[in-house]
């Protein structure tokens, strides 16, 4: 399967759930607007939750309604490209709304995950999840690693003496 086979329509992938009812499905979101060592150990641990890692990402203006007008640095076709190449990525949906709590819904993941950063009862979706008997997970956090710390390195090292 190519990278670009991995890129699915929400359509696609509840055709996809409901021929995989045997397996456990993970689901996890984000910007991933520029990919780091903390997402891809990240995106390795959500994987090893259970037999499917689904990613919802955040489509170029959901990224700048939340980030700021500077953001994404990279547009959603790049970006889903380049999280379905990572071997932990199963599927990827962009998803256009500020949260993925329509595409959760829709989905129906048996396990929702995401970093350690956010309380549990802050992860969005954990209720339709918990109410179906799934498991709701914050993983370890790697203190750090992030998008705009990298930016904030990239710019100040281009800043004039």
């Known amino acids: 399967m190519t990278c670009k086979d991995k890129i699915k329509s929400l359509e696609a992938l509840k055709q996809i759930r409901n021929a995989e009812k045997d397996k456990k499905i993970v689901f996890t979101n984000g910007c991933f607007d520029i990919l780091h060592s903390g997402h891809v150990l990240y995106l390795e641990e959500a994987k090893s939750c259970g037999d499917m890692l689904i990613l919802g990402l955040n489509s ?60 549990i009862d802050q992860i969005v979706g954990s209720d339709i999840v918990k109410n179906r008997g799934g498991e709701v997970i914050s993983l370890s956090f790697i203190e750090g690693k992030s998008t705009t710390s990298i930016i904030k390195k990239v710019v100040s090292q281009n800043e004039p003496s």
């Open 60 to 119: 170029d203006q959901s990224v700048k309604r939340l980030k700021g007008e500077s953001r994404p640095i990279n547009n959603e076709l790049d970006r889903a490209i380049v999280l379905s190449g990572l071997e932990s990525v199963d599927y990827v949906v962009v998803f256009k709304e500020d949260t993925p709590y329509q595409l959760i819904s829709a989905i129906q993941p048996d396990i929702l995950v995401k970093g350690g950063d956010w309380a």
